[in-house]
C-alpha cells in the first residue's frame, strides 16, 4: 500500500492564484483530513470527511473548499491565494474518526504565496 | 475538550531514557491519552496510546497514574533519530460528534551526540 500520497511536494503561488492540493489513500479509510502547519506550530484542522459526499470545517476553513467524491481521494482547493495560506498542508486519514483512531498522515505540501 | 500542557523543548544525550510528561487536568472518563512523533519535514506519526496505567510498544511506554491527570511518555535509550517533536492529545475516540482536536506545539525533543 502506498498510504496516503499529496501532490505537488512544493508549489509558489502568487497572490489571487487558485490552486488545488490533491490526497489520495488506498487503505479504504473513511475519515480524511486536512491540516496546515505554520513554521515552529502544531498542526491546525482546516477540513474533514466523514465519507464520501459528507465533509464539514475544521478550525481554520476560511480560504479553502473541500470535496469528497470518492473514498479515496480528498482534494483541497484555494480560490484566491494570500501570503497568510503560506503553510505545509498536510493530509490525513482514519479508520475511526479524529486523531484518538490513529491517523495516517501525507508527506506534505509546502506552498508558499509571495 | 481537556487542554494539555507538555515542555516545550527537552534535549538528551544519545543512550539515555527520555521521559516526557504531559498534563491533562480536565481530562473526561471517556478520554484516551495518545502521541504523535514528527520528524522535520514530515507528517506526524501515532506512536502510542493508553487510557490508565501502562502502555508499552516497540518504539515507547506510556505511564498513565490512576488519577489520569498526567502521563508520561517514555523513550527507551534514544538515538539521533529519535530528535523530533512529540504531541499529546486527550479526546475520545468518536462517540457522538466529531471532536476538533487540536495538536498544539508539542515537545521538541533534540537528542545529543
Known amino acids: 500500500n502506498a498510504g496516503v500520497t499529496q501532490t505537488p511536494k512544493f508549489r509558489i503561488l502568487k497572490i489571487g492564484q487558485s490552486m488545488t492540493l490533491q490526497c489520495t489513500q488506498d487503505?479504504?479509510?473513511?475519515?480524511m483530513y486536512w491540516y496546515r502547519q505554520d513554521p515552529g506550530m502544531g498542526l491546525k484542522l482546516i477540513y474533514y470527511s466523514v465519507g464520501a459526499g459528507i465533509t464539514d470545517k475544521g478550525e481554520v476553513p476560511n480560504g479553502y473548499n473541500v470535496s469528497r467524491s470518492t473514498t479515496e481521494d480528498f482534494p483541497l482547493r484555494l480560490e484566491l491565494a494570500a501570503p497568510s495560506q503560506t503553510s505545509v498542508y498536510f493530509c490525513?486519514?482514519?479508520?475511526?474518526?479524529?486523531?484518538?483512531?490513529?491517523?495516517?498522515f501525507g508527506p506534505g505540501t509546502r506552498l508558499t504565496v509571495l | 475538550l481537556a487542554k494539555t500542557t507538555q515542555p516545550i523543548s527537552m534535549d538528551s544525550y544519545e543512550g539515555q531514557e527520555v521521559n516526557i510528561t504531559c498534563s491533562h487536568n480536565?481530562?473526561?472518563?471517556?478520554?484516551?491519552i495518545t502521541w504523535y512523533q514528527q520528524f522535520p519535514s514530515q507528517g506526524p506519526r501515532f506512536i502510542i496510546q493508553g487510557y490508565k496505567t501502562k502502555v508499552t510498544n516497540e518504539v515507547a511506554s506510556l505511564f498513565i497514574p490512576a488519577d489520569r491527570k498526567s502521563s508520561t511518555l517514555s523513550l527507551p535509550r534514544v538515538s539521533l533519530s529519535d530528535t523530533a517533536v512529540y504531541y499529546c492529545?486527550?479526546?475520545?475516540?468518536?462517540?457522538?460528534?466529531?471532536?476538533?482536536?487540536?495538536f498544539g506545539t508539542g515537545t521538541k525533543l533534540q537528542v545529543i551526540p
Open positions: 480536565n481530562i473526561a472518563t471517556n478520554d484516551y
Open positions: 492529545l486527550v479526546g475520545d475516540r468518536g462517540s457522538g460528534g466529531y471532536q476538533k482536536v487540536t
Open positions: 490525513a486519514s482514519s479508520y475511526g474518526k479524529g486523531p484518538h483512531n490513529e491517523q495516517f
Open positions: 487503505m479504504n479509510h473513511n475519515y
